[in-house]
């Protein structure tokens, strides 16, 4: 009987599992889950990434102000906003997807942008230097909204899924959201104010021909018990 028991759970550890899921209710609880920011814009303005403004608009899910937030005041005059806000460490797969909600105000006049980008190199936060800097972030998985046209990035809460793809094993790394504006600022023509909330990390399940090899290991496991 315990070994039927290990081979079942050895079966059911492959199916897809959340890595990790962040709603963000308290975003000063973020750094002691292994998340951290970076704020390498041209000049540093007077705001970061901050807890969500329900006056502005409510968050996706929770508590009105349980979302993250940028503006246009994470940088000064008219200049490039690079804010990067950088996930837990996590183990990344080919097929693993990343899952987030995002919009901007209900009526916007300035363009807002959003990059994902990927480190493969395991426990690192290095976003380089500097406005353009990517440090170890050099792969980019999704762009919303890179020729700035106001209405095109989402004003209403707006699910993306970005799917894990062109690694050649799984390996040790961190995913991050860099808020990316040229032509940013109180003075610019583009960035406005923009959240993210309800966040997740899914591992990638195994290929349909996998899980049939799975089953049918497992009943003759018990057919061979039975004997």
């Not at 209710?25 to 329900?54: C, H, K, R, V, Y």
Request: aromatic content about 10%; hydrophobic content about 35%.
């Amino acid at each position: 009987m315990k070994k039927l028991t290990i081979l079942a759970l050895a079966g059911c550890s492959v199916f897809a599992s959340a890595d990790f899921t962040q709603n963000f209710d308290d975003i000063t609880t973020l750094a002691g889950s292994g998340w951290s920011t970076s704020n390498q814009s041209t000049t540093i303005g007077t705001t970061n990434w901050f807890q969500g403004n329900p006056d502005v608009f409510v968050a996706h899910s929770g508590a009105t102000n349980s979302y993250i937030g940028a503006n246009f005041n994470n940088t000064t005059g008219t200049n490039t906003i690079s804010n990067w806000l950088v996930t837990q460490q996590t183990s990344l797969s080919n097929g693993s997807t990343f899952s987030f909600w995002t919009r901007t105000v209900s009526a916007p006049s300035f363009s807002d942008r959003l990059q994902v980008r990927m480190s493969t190199n395991g426990a690192s936060t290095n976003t380089g230097a500097g406005a353009t800097g990517l440090g170890d972030f050099t792969t980019l998985l999704l762009d919303i909204n890179p020729t700035y046209v106001a209405t095109s990035y989402p004003n209403t809460w707006t699910q993306f899924n970005v799917v894990i793809s062109g690694l050649g094993a799984p390996t040790s790394g961190r995913l991050a959201f860099r808020y990316f504006v040229e032509n940013g600022g109180p003075a610019g023509t583009n960035s406005d104010f923009m959240g993210i909330d309800t966040v997740s990390y899914t591992d990638a399940v195994p290929e349909p021909a996998t899980m049939v090899v799975l089953g049918g290991l497992a009943v003759a496991a018990i057919r061979r018990k039975r004997k």
